[in-house]
């Protein structure tokens, strides 16, 4: 099969499209074949090694000395189950499927085998193969965040989400909004027209104002951009307020992956996606995300 290989950490020059062998389901794996996926900020940080200081070392340890031990980067997939192995009962030849493969990487690729017990779920009637891909990435990690800080428990609360444009911030913002909380976003001005879309009024345009100096106080203040500190956010927090920053460690579960399923179906949740690339052109797009500057997510696109 087609795969991305990561032959070393470095620019997106280091990645190669090469022929690889095709993966044999387990007893309990589903073998998919892969429609689309993302190239999101998680991928090109692993490809690049941006981690600061002692962390390089730690994550030389865990992910691989010179280069990723597992070659094919990318965690999300949206595709068709091929086969399945002889204990599967979850799903059935056919299906179609969504999900995360978070430290397993190995969905840029034509084809991956997950456990059927994994997180993976089939799709959303409504979704298109590039919708289903796109929602998981960001609204996994906003999930993990968001129920943190307890947003389901009372509606209204006031939340402030700084990095309001990126894949964990558009679905940090629908989220917020699907429990009623009364949401002010942190964007760039190039961000404001998205942020409005998303239906959010109280908009603080950073490259024009300082957040930090507004009189507004917060319940929750989520950095999902990870460019502020408690220290400097303490001020706008309401007594009992809840800061939380995306560079914090996250998990993702199969339960999150249904919550997104259900606010898809319910139209409470859309894909946000800024550019779509073909396989062949994921050096362009590892370039595109590394900018920092993409508005919700990117799509790569394995097959037709
Ligand atoms: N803990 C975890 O497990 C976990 C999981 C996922 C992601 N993350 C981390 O979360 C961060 C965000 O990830 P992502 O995938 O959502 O990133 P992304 O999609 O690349 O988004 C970056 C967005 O942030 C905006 N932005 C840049 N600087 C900003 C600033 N100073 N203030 C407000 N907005 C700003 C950009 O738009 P403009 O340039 O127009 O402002 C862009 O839309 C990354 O650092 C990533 O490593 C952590």
Redesign the pocket.
Known sequence: MKAVVCTKYGPPEVLQIQQVLKPIPTHNQILVKIVATTV???D??VRSLDVKGFMKVIIRLVLGISKPRKAILGTVFSGVVETVGHKVSTFKVGDRVFGMTGFNFGTHAEYIAVNQNSNVLEMPDNATFHEAAAIV??G??AI??LDKAKITDTPGKKILI?????????AAIQIAKYHNADITA??????HKLVVELGVTNIIC??KEDFTKQAERFDIIFD????SNKKQCKKLLRANGIYLN???????TVQQLQVLKELFKKNALNAVIDKTFSMDEVIEAHRY?E???????VVLKICE
């Open positions: 999101n900020s998680g090109v940080r990435f960001g996994q990690t993990y965040f700084i990095g309001a444009t990126g894949s964990v911030g558009t942190v964007c760039s001005s190039r961000g950073y490259d999902a951009v990870g460019i995306v560079n914090k460690y996250a998990s993702e995300v900018t920092g500057r993409k508005k919700g997510n």
